[in-house]
T-cell receptor
Framework: AQSVTQLDSHVSVSEGTPVLLRCNYSSSYSPSLFWYVQHPNKGLQLLLKYTSAATLVKGINGFEAEFKKSETSFHLTKPSAHMSDAAEYFCVVRVNTGGFKTIFGAGTRLFVKA | DTEVTQTPKHLVMGMTNKKSLKCEQHMGHRAMYWYKQKAKKPPELMFVYSYEKLSINESVPSRFSPECPNSSLLNLHLHALQPEDSALYLC?????????????FGSGTRLTVV
């Protein structure tokens, strides 16, 4: 079955420390993968995407993610957290099931402590 | 213009009311989506329009009625809603359906049914 799993429902970091948000996927074919961020009472904003080019993808606001096919993972990282990074993050996979389908992960809430 | 604009931002309606949500984009995208998002949950797909034709209806109750008058506009007509329909309603667009480039989301309409 095609799916996406975000391994942590909540992550808490201190400002200035690294961020790691974990995402694993299941897909029979090479998927496209995305990370979106959602601040409270806002829409979702695309942070970055992997579409079968470079496996290390750089996005906005200093975020990056690495596609690891052997581990079926697409973890989101940032070297140094900022207070403004506190938000909900969604890992999203686009799979081919005889037609394309977009599947959202359950989300990870990032808390940033001063 | 790289935005999806949703109006109104907030809506309170009674269970006997009829109201409409509006979504507009001018990026030339040919796919538009309605999502429903409950608190602390990922967005749930409701409807997809592709080239102004209804492509997907995810078994949404008939009290929700989508409309795509042209390639830039998407409406969601609401009638006889229930309190459990209270949620954030998100509109999104993409170049084509389930695009490899990801989606652009609006800021949403916060709907409260009383």
């Amino acid at each position: 079955a095609q799916s996406v799993t975000q391994l942590d429902s909540h992550v808490s970091v201190s400002e200035g420390t690294p961020v790691l948000l974990r995402c694993n996927y299941s897909s029979s074919y090479s998927p496209s993968l995305f990370w979106y961020v959602q601040h409270p009472n806002k829409g979702l904003q695309l942070l970055l995407k992997y579409t079968s080019a470079a496996t290390l993808v750089k996005g906005i606001n200093g975020f990056e993610a690495e596609f690891k096919k052997s581990e079926t993972s697409f973890h989101l990282t940032k070297p140094s957290a900022h207070m403004s990074d506190a938000a909900e993050y969604f890992c999203v996979v686009r799979v081919n099931t005889g037609g394309f389908k977009t599947i959202f992960g359950a989300g990870t809430r990032l808390f940033v402590k001063a | 213009d790289t935005e999806v604009t949703q109006t109104p931002k907030h809506l309170v309606m009674g269970m006997t009311n009829k109201k409409s949500l509006k979504c507009e984009q001018h990026m030339g995208h040919r796919a538009m989506y309605w999502y429903k998002q409950k608190a602390k949950k990922p967005p749930e797909l409701m409807f997809v329009y592709s080239y102004e034709k209804l492509s997907i209806n995810e078994s949404v109750p008939s009290r929700f009625s989508p409309e795509c008058p042209n390639s830039s506009l998407l409406n969601l007509h609401l009638h006889a809603l229930q309190p459990e329909d209270s949620a954030l309603y998100l509109c999104a667009s993409s170049q084509v359906r389930d695009s490899n480039y990801g989606y652009t989301f609006g800021s949403g309409t916060r709907l409260t049914v009383v």
